[in-house]
Structure formats: structure tokens, C-alpha cells
């Protein structure tokens, strides 16, 4: 196992580090798929679940929004929710699974972090970036979220240490580790592309101003490539073939390539100082982070989280419009962000020597001091604010049981919601979701002749009087199954 003999924790401090992260991230746990970003999750869960009830071929993922069709989609490649089908396999399919997965992989980049901060800059800065990362509102959040970001914030941070190992020992089996945990994150999520800014930084410090004549780093790019090209490859050829895709190549659409969004500063305010500043490090860790920019670099491999962190900044200018829209596009910039934010304590609230480093500096000492306490408070503030979100008498919850209860496994559903699939994956139902300005009697009858036997929804989302008039139509000329306060269950079936 590539993790054996990293499994010894030398240092007491990192033990229970990773202890707290673990029995933090385990509150609410079995809690089901819904809340916040629940739509991300609930296409990851359901490609697990096809996974399970399908056949386990990772070749071919299946959403549940596909309707009459399979469902195979152009996405990333699933082996994370491929990991959580194999755990359904001995434990039974259980969102619970796919959240402890996503855990134990954070628990593993939090640890991974350690040591490549060790390695490079020092035990202390390793402690507290560890501590730092740990901590934070969001990356607890998403840690425990059944999303592959954890798995894919793992092999960046393993990618990247043992290459550093490889560059300093030159043993082929460190190059080959690093390959495959870079491969894996790219084919996880694409812009992870970006990481190799920081290892062709690495490469020239290994090799001077040699390294694209290096027959071994050609080697390193193929078995990194080649699985990614492939895969991809693969997976555009399900999008010809079903229309189906996550728009993992919509360049100048809704991720990629919008570049429009750089000339308007409401993107810098709303990615750095919103997202990062406030959501991710909290102000009170964002602080020591600036600080930390600015501190001497004592040792020559730090300058690679410098580059690091440039890397990730490119990665936000072009992928700007997923930048813009989700908080947890910005969890790559938090692995370097930490180390900075780290470097700052490890010098102004060292480990050792606290009672000597407050006479000798007490107001800066005390300045940290309180930003770690506020940090604390304010990450505590934020999760809780996230927790209060998962509420198990949500109207989701009450509408799938009604959509188990009143319709057949195999029937298919149309759902009126905002785009999210968790409807659909909470009813273990197949079928469409229709979003409100599309919510006409004409595009139902489409989706009817193609198969669709009833139609739900939350009311919050009838949006206009054009939305009202049509649900009244339903009303008027299909049987009603349900009708409350809150969503609608109406049969299309004559």
C-alpha cells in the first residue's frame, strides 16, 4: 500500500490534529443527500447508486435525469463514486457511505499536507497548516459532503509530495506515485490541469534550465496523460451519443472561458474577499494569510507554494464563471493559502517557546493570538449556520416519500425545480426536471409522448402567473395525487 509507511504518526500534535478533523466532520453524517450544493451531490450519489444496481462499470456513468435514455453522461471519471458503490456492495447503499468516504480522503489531505509542509519548510509551519486546514468553515463542509473534491484535493497534495520526493531522492517509485495521484486529480475534475505550474518549478529546480530534455519527465507526462486522454475521450463520445453531459467543455458558457467576467470587479469582490476572505479562511484566518505573503523564504523549495498558489489563481481567470458561481471551486486555493496563513503563526505564535515569545513580543503575540481565537469562533459560527440547513422535515424529504409512495419504480417523473436532480435521487425514480421558464403544458405534453407519468415540484418554484396557469391546467385535466401547501403530485397517465 502506497499509504503503509506513512500510517506511523512521529509527532503527537499531528495525532490529534487529525483526531479532531475526523470526530469533527463525523456530526450528521447519515444525514441524506439534500441542503446546500445539493444538486452536486445528488448527481454524485446517483451515479453511485447506478453504479451498484447496474454492474459497477465505471465506463459508463448514469445519471438519473436522463429519462427514457440509460442515462450515460460526458463527466469527469467517477471513480469516487465507484469507491462508495463497492462500499454499498458489502454495507448497502446508504448516502452515509459515500459522506465517510469523503472524510476519510480529507482526513488523508489534511495528513498529506503535514507532510509535504514538513518536508519543505518545517515541522512547525507542517503543524499549523495542518491545524489551519483543518479548521476552516468550508473545508469542513465539503469534507464531509458526497462530492468528489476531497478525493481530488488528495491526490493534488500527494501528487505534488511525492514528486518533491522524487526530485530530492531520484527513486522512480515516488515518480510513478506522483503520477498516478496527478493523473487521478485531473481526471477527477479537469482545471486541476493547473498543478503543473508547481511541478515544472520543481522539475527546473531539479534539473536547471534541462528539464524538457529529461527522457524521465517525458515519461512522467505520458503516465499522467495517457489515462486522462483516453478517459476523456471516451467520455465525449457519451455525449454524441446521448446529448447527456455535465458541460465539462462549455467553453465561454457557464464554467470555462468567460472571460468578460475579469473586466468586472464585482468578480474579484465576490471570489477573494466573499468567498475566500469570508467563507473559506474567515477574515480572522485571511489576515495572517496576507501576512504570510510577505515573509522571508528561508528555504529553496518554498518558493513552491508561491507557485502553487499562482497556479491556482490562473485556474480561477479561466475558469471565472465556476469561480463566480460556486464557493467550493475556490478549495484548491485553500491547500497553498493555509501554508502561508501557517507560516505567519509558526513565526508570530510559535509552538515552542510561547512564554518567552509574549514577553518578547506581547502585542504581536496577542494580535495572533486573538486571530486564532476569532478564526475558531467564526469557523464554528459558519458550520453551524451550514448544519442548521440540514433539516430532516424538509419538503424534500416529505415529497419523495409521496413520490415512493404513489408511483412505481420504473415510472418516470418530471419534477419542476430549479435544474437540481436531488428530487429524482431521493425517490429512487428516473425521469426529467423541468425548470420554471420552460414550465409549459406544451413541453409536458413533449416529455408525456416520451414517456412521463407524473409530474411533482415544489411550489416555491412556480415563479410567475404563466407558472400558476399551467399547474392549474394540470389540476383541471389530469388526476391530482397530491396537492399541499407546499409541492404537487399530479398523475399524466389518461
Known sequence: MIFAKYCFLKSKLIKYILLVAFLIRLYNLNFPVSGWHSWRQADTASI????????????YPQIDWGGNTPG????EFQIYPFFVSALYFVFGVNDTWGRLLSVIFSILTIYGLYLLVRKTISEQVALWSAFIYAVIPLNIYYSRAFMPESMMLMCIVFGIYFFVKW????????????????????LLKIPTLYIGLPLIFLAFQKYRWKPFGNLTLWVYALLVFVPVVL???HAHNLYLQTGLSFGIWGFGEDKW??????????????????????RHLTWAGFIPFIIGLFIKREHKNEKLFDFWLISVLVYFLIVAGGNKSHEYYQLPFILPASVFAARAFAKYLPLKNISSSFSAHKLRFTFFAVCLIVMLVLSYLRIANFMRGEDRNAVVFTMSNEIKKYTAKNDLIVTLCDGNPVYLYLADR????????????KNIEKLKILGAKYITGEKLFLKTSENFAVLDSLKNNYRVVKNEESYFLISLLE
Open 430 to 441: 428516473k425521469g426529467w426536471f423541468i425548470v420554471p421558464s420552460n414550465f409549459e403544458i
Open 231 to 233: 478517459w476523456y475521450y
Open 257 to 278: 472561458g468567460n472571460f468578460n467576467l475579469l473586466i468586472n470587479p464585482e468578480f474579484y469582490n465576490t471570489v477573494f474577499f466573499k468567498s475566500i476572505a469570508e
Open 167 to 186: 526530485v530530492e531522492g531520484d527513486k522512480w517509485k515516488n515518480l510513478i506515485y506522483s503520477a498516478l495521484f496527478i493523473s487521478f486529480s485531473i
Open 72 to 75: 450515460y453522461v460526458e463527466s
Open 48 to 59: 453511485a447508486k447506478n453504479f451498484y444496481e447496474n454492474g459497477h462499470n465505471i465506463l
